[in-house]
C-alpha cells in the first residue's frame, strides 16, 4: 500500500469512529435529558444572553448620544419670541434708531469719497 493509500485509510477509520462517538454522545444526552437530567444553558442561550445585554448597552448609549445631539443642536441657536421681537413704533428706542439710521442714509446717493465716484 503507498503511503497516500495508507493516509486515505486512516483518516476514513478515523472519520468514522469520530462520527460513531459523537452519535453516541447525542444519544446519551437525549437519554438524559428525557429522564430530567439538566444541564445548564446551551452555547446558543449563553450567546444570546450576552448579544442581548449589549444591544440594550447600545441602545442606552444611542439614546443619550441622540438626546446629547438634539441639546447641542438646539443650543447653536437663540431663539427670539416673534411677540418680542417685532418693531413697535411708539418704542422710544425704536425711534431713536430709526433717527440715526436716517440721517446716515444721504438722501441724494452717496458723495464722492477722496475722488473716486461711489454707486450704491
Known amino acids: ?3 497516500a493509500g495508507a493516509y486515505d485509510q486512516a483518516r476514513r477509520e478515523f472519520y468514522e469512529e469520530r462520527l460513531q462517538e459523537d452519535v453516541e454522545r447525542r444519544v446519551a444526552k ?4 428525557a ?9 446558543l442561550e449563553v450567546g444570546m444572553e450576552l ?3 449589549e444591544y440594550e448597552r447600545w ?3 444611542a439614546a443619550r448620544d441622540v438626546l446629547e445631539s438634539k441639546q447641542r443642536q438646539a443650543s447653536m441657536y437663540t431663539s427670539v419670541d416673534s411677540a418680542s421681537a417685532a418693531i413697535s413704533a411708539d418704542d422710544p ?6 433717527e440715526e439710521l436716517e440721517y446716515s442714509i444721504p438722501s441724494q446717493g452717496q458723495e464722492l469719497l477722496e475722488g473716486m465716484p461711489v454707486r450704491p
Open 1 to 3: 500500500m503507498s503511503k
Open 30 to 33: 437525549e437519554e438524559a435529558l
Open 35 to 43: 429522564t430530567g437530567a439538566y444541564f445548564g444553558k446551551s452555547m
Open 51 to 53: 448579544e442581548n445585554r
Open 59 to 61: 441602545r442606552e448609549w
Open 93 to 98: 428706542e425704536t425711534l431713536v434708531g430709526l
